[in-house]
């Protein structure tokens, strides 16, 4: 019995000892620290698009334009995989964004008391009672076909009817999308950093913890009257909520462009149809403003996390192609000048390889009038359809005459989200890929134009674009471009 007790107590310092050392895994490997490991994400192809791989570019044109003049700044530059639209942004893809907003005001007002106030549109506890954020109930359908008397007037009032034709449609004033941004890179700017002992690592300095920092942040809300309010407010640096911007955006497209772009002209089939009729379901979307397309990538991003398990935060949001992006992928694996080999816009077989204007006044030379159904030309190397015609599209990049002279050779970008009391001058966007209008030399894949950030147009779109989750080594080398 005597040999028992010591052995036993020699089996609990041995415990104790193993424990105070750490894990099997730290003995088994000797105790060097081999790193700590877990499974990594396999990122799926994100519906509707193809992935862009990365590697290298030479952007803009080495001679200037002979026929318009103008200078396409030219400069070598690296840009990551991302992915991509594999056509523009359809009619239908849009009028789905359109309707949720629509549902969302009409959840809203079913559970407002003064439409009924039936509280199950609205979430504001958790399954256990608990309150929670108010948010609405998605699982709740709503009662198109057997509305009470409340409900119907709650379904009847996001919809308004012409005066004179007695045509009902959607109230487009009232088709309004709050979002919110967090600006992930200026929070990480030093200079904004909310401990004054992070702002500057020079030892040489001495440091104000007392020192105010301004901060400068995009902010919406609608007044008593009903008006969106948009300002850009300065304020004391206060807490990571001062990197989060507010908008409200009117999501409906201006269906006028078509004839607001084109004076003497009868386009009137074309505003009363082109986006309401599903015989345009799968043509491009135009009457949209960069504001709008903006939006849309945010709706779009929140729709996709709603579906995601805990691996969302892996997953970068949907946002416009920067100005490199787009020209990247319009060329295609080599490089080329338009999304095609050669400089030739007809096959052997005379068939054309985008929708633009090949003549003078002939628009239909190509098959086509105006827009083209999505996708009925053939893609680049890149699985892309209509990077060069159809319709221009827009990118997340402010226009300036340096180009990309001004930006970093890798990842390039540059943005500035323009205040509403900036200059008009400020709020252009860059818009690549010419349309349907324009004539061969337009649609090159390094042309440059660009549109105000406001202004919807009949003949300009857009597509999306995500950032990859991961990005993987390789030992080989990356073709040029």
Request: aromatic fraction near 12%; hydrophobic fraction near 35%.
């Amino acid at each position: 019995m005597n040999k028992i007790i010591p052995a036993f107590l020699s089996l609990i310092a041995a415990s104790i000892l193993y424990s105070c050392m750490g894990s099997s895994n730290a003995m088994q490997n000797g105790g060097e620290v081999t790193g700590q490991r877990s499974t990594s994400m396999a990122e799926p192809a994100p519906y509707g698009m193809v992935e862009v791989k990365r590697g290298f570019l030479k952007v803009g044109l080495s001679d200037n334009d002979s026929l318009w003049g103008t200078v396409i700044p030219e400069k070598e530059i690296s840009v990551d995989g991302f992915w991509m639209d594999q056509t523009e942004v359809t009619n239908s893809m849009y009028r789905q964004f359109v309707e949720w907003v629509r549902d969302s005001i009409i959840r809203e007002r079913l559970a407002d008391p003064s439409f009924g106030g039936d509280e199950t549109f609205k979430i504001e506890v958790d399954k256990y009672g608990d309150p929670v954020t108010p948010h609405l109930n998605w699982a709740k359908a709503i009662p198109w076909r057997k509305p009470t008397e409340d409900q119907q007037r709650a379904l009847e009032s996001v919809y308004l009817v012409h005066p004179y034709d007695g045509t009902k449609m959607l109230d487009a004033k009232q088709m309004n999308f709050r979002y919110e941004v967090f600006d992930y890179e200026k929070a990480a700017l030093r200079k904004y950093r909310l401990d004054p002992y992070e702002r500057d690592l020079n030892t040489d300095h001495s440091i104000d913890p007392n020192e105010v920092v301004m901060i400068s942040k995009d902010t919406a809300y609608v007044d008593d009257d009903g008006n969106i309010i948009r300002e850009t407010i300065n304020r004391p640096l206060s807490s990571l909520y001062d990197f989060v911007n507010t908008y409200i955006v009117p999501v409906y497209p201006d269906t006028t462009c078509w004839v607001n772009d084109f004076p003497n002209a009868h386009n009137e089939t074309y505003m009363k149809n082109y986006f309401s009729n599903p015989a345009y379901n799968d043509y491009p979307v135009v009457g949209v403003t960069w504001e709008q397309a903006q939006a849309f990538c945010a709706w779009r991003t929140e729709f996709l996390l709603r579906g995601l398990g805990p691996q969302a935060r892996y997953i970068q949001r949907y946002r416009l192609p920067s100005e490199v992006e787009w020209e990247y992928a319009a060329r295609g694996t080599e490089g080329a000048e338009y999304p095609w080999e050669g400089k030739d816009m007809t096959s052997e077989k005379g068939c054309y390889y985008a929708n633009f204007k090949p003549d003078r006044g002939n628009y239909t030379e190509d098959g086509n009038l105006i827009t083209s159904r999505v996708g009925i030309y053939g893609a680049n190397s890149n699985g892309l359809f209509d990077m060069a015609g159809n319709v221009a599209e827009w990118t997340n990049t402010v226009y300036t005459e340096a180009g990309v002279i001004s930006m970093a050779d890798v990842n390039p970008e540059l943005r500035y989200d323009a205040a509403l009391e900036d200059p008009y001058f400020l709020k252009r966007k860059s818009v690549r890929g010419g349309s349907w209008k324009d004539p061969v030399s337009l649609i090159r894949s390094a042309w440059r134009t660009y549109e105000y950030q406001n202004q919807p147009r009949s003949f300009i779109g857009f597509r999306c674009v995500r950032s990859k989750a991961t990005t993987t080594s390789n030992t080989g080398t990356s073709k040029k471009k």
